[in-house]
T-cell receptor
Framework: GAVVSQHPSRVICKSGTSVKIECRSL??????MFWYRQFPKQSLMLMATSNEGSKATYEQGVEKDKFLINHASLTLSTLTVTSAHPEDSSFYIC??????????????FGDGTRLSIL | GNSVTQMEGPVTLSEEAFLTINCTYT??????LFWYVQYPGEGLQLLLK?????DKGSNKGFEATYRKETTSFHLEKGSVQVSDSAVYFCALSASDTGRRALTFGSGTRLQVQP
């Protein structure tokens, strides 16, 4: 159980393109979803937290107009990288869990999306 | 703020060797502690967790004990296999952020040679 599907697994596109990444919880209701970014050989950095039906909370230094997050249902959150540039190239990983706020439910991770902007 | 410090890798071991990956943390309150494993090109998988002091998390031969007095959560395995080669992340979730997001360590790459 507790499967999170992330799609696509790899994207290569031209500078200026907008890219949408989907994160789905397949067998549980994901009240909260997190989006992380991972640079090569580095750790994961939290970008934003989204709760179903409300606006995402962005971490300091993350541009909300650049990284649009939508969490319209209990099984789907999307991250759209708008007008992507080479510096946005990275590995993006989502996670999902049941429960909001201070819930101690474990996070379940997707397999990540490798974004390469030419 | 919250932080997690892991030993730098890579850690290279022969098959059946004993593994220790050190992890210490700084956090307010009473965090939950986790070890995640990441295989090449994949996302993270939860390996084990502990939610309170003196708890021992264990899974697939790996174990770690939540030590509040030393603020540590070291990962150990008695006999590693080639299939254990991956990057291991220590992480914590704390209540001070209001949402229990995970704070990760920098990761430790483990390479097990046959």
């Amino acid at each position: 159980g507790a499967v999170v599907s992330q799609h696509p697994s790899r994207v290569i596109c031209k500078s200026g393109t907008s890219v949408k990444i989907e994160c789905r919880s397949l067998d549980f209701q994901a009240t909260t979803m997190f989006w992380y970014r991972q640079f090569p050989k580095q750790s994961l950095m939290l970008m934003a937290t989204s709760n179903e039906g409300s606006k995402a909370t962005y971490e300091q230094g993350v541009e909300k107009d650049k990284f649009l997050i939508n969490h319209a249902s209990l099984t789907l959150s999307t991250l759209t990288v708008t007008s992507a540039h080479p510096e946005d190239s990275s590995f993006y990983i989502c996670s999902a869990r049941t429960g909001q706020g201070l819930s101690n439910q474990p996070q379940h991770f997707g397999d990540g999306t490798r974004l390469s902007i030419l | 703020g919250n932080s997690v410090t892991q030993m730098e890798g890579p850690v290279t071991l022969s098959e059946e060797a004993f593994l220790t990956i050190n992890c210490t943390y700084t956090a307010t309150g009473y965090p939950s502690l986790f070890w995640y494993v990441q295989y090449p090109g994949e996302g993270l998988q939860l390996l084990l967790k502990a939610t309170k002091a003196d708890d021992k998390g264990s899974n697939k031969g790996f174990e770690a004990t939540y030590r509040k007095e030393t603020t540590s959560f070291h990962l150990e395995k008695g006999s590693v296999q080639v299939s254990d080669s991956a990057v291991y992340f220590c992480a914590l979730s704390a209540s001070d952020t209001g949402r229990r997001a995970l704070t990760f360590g920098s990761g430790t790459r483990l390479q097990v040679q046959p």
